[in-house]
């Protein structure tokens, strides 16, 4: 299997899209000289095109012994391009940026993967979309929960398919999720990179939409009784990362996914003989083995709120540990008051 070319990261070419390319109608062979090719009249009155690639009417396909190409029903087209995709992969023609992101990978398998997961069985409802730039960098912040990670994934379907823009989240993750197999690959290509200030600041140079979990695994690994209770942020640095970048902060309340593994103890000895920073026990995990992996059904709720402006600090800001602190707080606040906001609005947690 051939390799894929790795392209620099530049923003016009890491969002272009492969489109196949195809002769005009002025070059499909000696039956369209002397003709005019180019027609006057608007796309909607214009004949069917003939497989000579001339427009021709049903009269004109009849004379010349051609017959016009009969329209392509959804599953052919589907498939064709399923086809085209498949060949694309093993001649090598596509393409990734330096993170390893793969922008058609992620757009026709990963979030297809993903999409039944989000609308079927989370019937994730999304609030505030448009308070995500159309254009230019944003960082995203939200808390964390769930034991696994599924909630950074499902906020990255969110951004993708209701995004009016057509954005995509590039989430900036933990260690070990580079060091695990499989893991490692997939978590490139859909985009994910390490969570550390030279690469975040990188993404939002380029005008990328960049998500954060400052709580880490203290958010993810929090015991059941302590669900929609942010932990600490941290010290502040990806405040520091959006005001170097003059990017919008941009806070993110997800309620639902506290409840698919309700964390009710922590195998301390067996996470450190595994290399985790928790081995969850939950009500159906270990005791059902496999089983006890599937997640609950519950409904989720993601909702942005309101950007809060980093462009109009001067760039020693990012510097002021009292400015930090300050933002820092304001976004956890923030994040804070609509989860309580949520939580009582909703009827129940599966419904």
């Keep these: ?5 790795v392209i620099p990261f530049d923003d016009d070419r890491s969002r272009a899209r492969r489109r196949p390319g195809g002769a005009g109608a002025s070059g499909a062979g000696g039956s369209g000289a002397g003709r005019e090719t180019v027609s006057p009249l608007p796309a909607q009155a214009r004949a069917p095109l003939g497989v000579a690639g001339e427009a021709e009417g049903p009269g004109e396909a009849r004379e ?20 085209a995709f498949l060949r694309r992969r093993v001649t090598g023609e596509y393409e990734v940026d330096e993170f390893g ?21 989370f019937r994730v409802e999304v609030k505030g979309i448009e308070n995500i730039p159309s254009k230019g960098g944003a960082l995203v912040v939200a808390n964390h929960s769930g034991t696994l ?20 989240l590039r989430l900036l993750a933990a260690d070990l999720v580079f060091v695990l197999p499989v893991v490692n690959e997939l978590a490139r290509k859909a985009g994910h990179t390490l969570a550390c200030a030279e690469d975040a600041e990188r993404l939002l140079g380029r005008g990328e939409i960049v998500g954060v979990m400052p709580e880490g695994f203290k ?7 302590e669900r929609y209770k942010l932990q600490r942020f941290g010290r ?11 990017v919008p902060i941009v806070p993110c309340s997800i309620v639902g996914a506290e409840e698919i593994y309700p964390m009710i103890g922590n195998a301390k000895t067996l996470a450190r003989i595994l290399g985790f ?10 005791w059902l083995g496999p089983l006890g992996m599937v997640p609950l059904p519950t409904k989720w709720t993601i909702q942005f709120g309101e950007p809060i402006e980093t462009d109009g600090y001067p760039p020693e800001a990012a510097e002021d540990p009292m400015l930090m602190f300050n933002l820092t707080d ?21 419904f």
Excluded: C
């Design 149 to 168: 990670p599924l909630d950074g994934l499902m906020m990255q379907v969110a951004v993708h398919d209701n995004h009016p823009a057509g954005r995509h």
């Design 219 to 225: 958010g993810i690994g929090k015991p059941f009784g």
């Design 1 to 5: 299997m051939a390799d894929a070319k």
């Design 101 to 121: 992101y793969d922008e058609e990978l992620t757009d026709q398998v990963l979030m297809s993967l993903l999409r039944p997961l989000y609308e079927k069985y």
């Design 236 to 246: 502040g640095g990806f405040v520091s990362t959006a005001l170097r970048a003059g």
């Design 330 to 350: 304001q976004v956890r606040e923030q994040i804070q008051h609509t989860l309580y906001k949520l939580l009582v609005q909703r009827r129940s947690v599966f």
């Design 64 to 83: 010349a012994g051609v017959a016009p190409e009969p329209p392509r029903s959804g599953w052919e087209r589907r498939l064709a391009g399923g086809l």
């Design 277 to 286: 920073p928790y081995f969850p026990l939950t009500p159906t995990f270990p």
